[in-house]
C-alpha cells in the first residue's frame, strides 16, 4: 500500500500512518472537533507537514468522512484505506520507515514537521509528549513498520505495543514544536476543541483585534463551522457590512457615523471569522486570500472617500477624498505585494510597519465622529490630513526602492 522509497541518497520519510491508541478509539477518532473530526485532522496535519500518502484503517471509514477528505486542499489524493484483505506485502514502508500518528491525538504540521523533514535514524523517532501520554507520535523504520502494519490494517489498538517498542529502541526524541494532544474522553475533546480555538490568532493581530474582534469572531465561528458556509461567502458578509459603514458615513451625522464605526467593527469581526473557518477546516486557498485583501481595501478607500465627502467642503473635499483613498489602496497594493524584506531595528521602517494599524484606523473613526458632533469646520482638515497621510507607505515604499534598502511590510 504505502510508501515509495526516496529517491535521494538518503532515505526520507514519505507517508504515514494513522492507527486506533486503544480499544474505545474509533468513536473517538470520529469526534468532530471545531467542525472536523479528529482523524480527519490528524490526517489533514500529515499531509501538511509533507507525507505523500496518508494510510487510514478501514474502521474508520464512513460516507462523511470520505466526503470531508475529497473536501479537504492536499489530502483527496493521498489517502489509503487499510484493511485485512490483502497481506503484508501490500503495506511495504519505504527505506525511511512511516510516520504513525494517533488517530485520536490532535497534533498540527509543526509539531509532525521535523520528523518527516529530518533524514531517518536507525531506530526511528518519537515526540517526547506523546509517549507520556501514552497514545506515541512516531516514525519507525521500514522492518518495524512492517510488522506492525497488518494490526494496524485490522483496527487493533497499538498504544501499549508501540510504548513497549519504544522503550526498548530509545528512538530519537523530539519535543513537539505546535500541538500535540492524545484524546481519551470527553474532557479531552473539550480541551482539544478551546486549544484549537485559542490559537486562531495571527502575527498581525493589533490590540483591538485581540481583545475585541477575535472574542466576538470566535463566537461566530463556532456556529458556522457546523454548517456547510465557506470562508469566502462570510468574506463577502464582511463586504456587505463595511459598505453598509460606507454609507452610514457618507453624508454623515454624528449619529450615523458612530452607528458606521459599530457597522465597521462588526464588519472586521465577521473579516476575522471567515479566516477562522477557513483554517479550522482546512479551505484555505490563493483566492480567499486575495479576496479578504480586496474586501478590505475596498472598505478602508471607502470609508476614507466617505468621510472627506462628508466634511462639507464640496467638490475639492470630494477630490481630496479620492486622493486619500488612492493612497490606501496603492499602500495596500505595496504592502501586499513587494518583497517583505525587514529591515530590523530601524525607526522609520518600524513606523512605516505600522501605519496600517486597524487601531489607528479605529482612532481616526473615532476623530471623525467627535469633530462631526463637536467641531464641524475642523473636518476639511482631518480630510486633508488624512489624504496626506495615506500616500506615506507607499511613496516611503518608492524611496526605499530607489535607495536600494528593504521595505519594511
Not at 522492518?143 to 526498548?168: F, H, N, Q
Not at 464605526?261 to 464588519?267: F, K
Not at 525607526?347 to 463637536?374: E, S
Request: net charge positive; hydrophobic share 50%; with cysteine.
Amino acid at each position: 500500500m504505502c510508501f515509495p522509497a526516496s529517491s535521494g541518497p538518503v532515505p526520507e520519510v514519505a507517508g504515514a500512518l494513522l492507527y486506533l491508541p486503544h480499544p474505545d478509539s474509533a468513536p473517538l477518532a470520529a469526534a468532530v472537533v471545531a467542525g472536523r473530526p479528529l482523524a480527519l485532522r490528524a490526517a489533514a496535519a500529515a499531509a501538511r507537514a509533507g507525507a505523500s500518502i496518508i494510510g487510514i484503517p478501514a474502521h474508520l471509514r464512513s460516507p462523511e468522512l470520505e466526503r470531508l477528505i475529497a473536501r479537504t486542499r492536499g489530502l483527496a489524493g493521498r489517502v489509503r484505506w487499510l484493511d485485512t484483505a490483502v497481506g503484508p506485502e501490500a503495506f511495504p514502508a519505504g527505506d525511511g520507515g512511516c510516520l504513525l500518528i494517533p488517530a485520536t491525538a490532535l497534533v498540527d504540521a509543526r509539531t509532525l514537521g521535523p520528523l518527516l523533514a529530518d533524514p531517518p535514524e536507525a531506530a526511528g523517532a518519537v515526540v517526547t509528549e506523546s509517549v507520556e501520554a501514552g497514545a506515541p507520535v512516531l516514525v519507525l523504520p521500514a522492518e518495524a513498520a512492517r510488522r506492525v502494519a497488518p494490526a494496524l490494517a485490522a483496527g487493533e489498538p497499538l498504544a501499549g505495543t508501540l510504548v513497549r517498542l519504544v522503550e526498548a529502541t530509545r528512538p530519537k526524541s523530539a519535543s513537539a514544536a505546535g500541538l500535540c494532544l492524545s484524546v481519551r474522553g470527553a474532557r479531552d475533546l473539550a480541551e482539544a476543541e478551546r486549544l484549537l480555538y485559542a490559537g486562531l490568532g495571527t502575527d498581525n493581530d493589533t490590540g483591538v483585534d485581540e481583545y475585541l474582534h477575535r472574542r466576538c469572531s470566535r463566537r461566530i465561528t463556532r456556529v458556522l463551522v457546523r454548517t456547510p458556509v465557506t470562508p469566502n461567502q462570510v468574506s463577502v458578509l464582511s463586504l456587505c457590512i463595511g459598505l453598509g459603514a460606507v454609507w452610514c458615513f457618507w453624508h454623515a451625522t454624528a449619529a450615523s457615523a458612530a452607528l458606521g464605526v459599530l457597522c465597521y467593527a462588526l464588519a472586521c469581526v465577521v473579516d476575522h471569522s471567515d479566516g477562522e473557518i477557513a483554517r479550522l477546516t482546512f479551505q484555505e486557498s490563493r483566492l480567499g486570500a486575495h479576496l479578504d485583501w480586496a474586501i478590505d481595501t475596498v472598505i478602508h478607500a471607502g470609508l476614507v472617500l466617505a468621510m472627506a465627502v462628508s466634511s462639507g467642503g464640496g467638490a475639492l473635499t470630494v477630490v481630496i477624498g479620492v486622493v486619500g483613498a488612492s493612497g490606501v489602496a496603492l499602500s495596500a497594493l505595496f504592502a501586499r505585494y513587494l518583497p517583505r524584506e525587514i529591515a530590523v531595528g530601524e525607526t522609520v521602517g518600524g513606523a512605516l510597519k505600522n501605519m496600517g494599524n486597524r487601531d489607528l484606523f479605529y482612532v481616526l473613526l473615532l476623530v471623525f465622529v467627535l469633530l462631526r458632533w463637536g467641531l464641524p469646520a475642523a473636518l476639511p482638515l482631518l480630510a486633508v490630513v488624512v489624504a496626506l497621510g495615506s500616500q506615506s507607505y507607499w511613496m516611503a515604499c518608492v524611496g526605499r526602492i530607489r535607495r536600494g534598502r528593504p521595505i519594511v511590510r
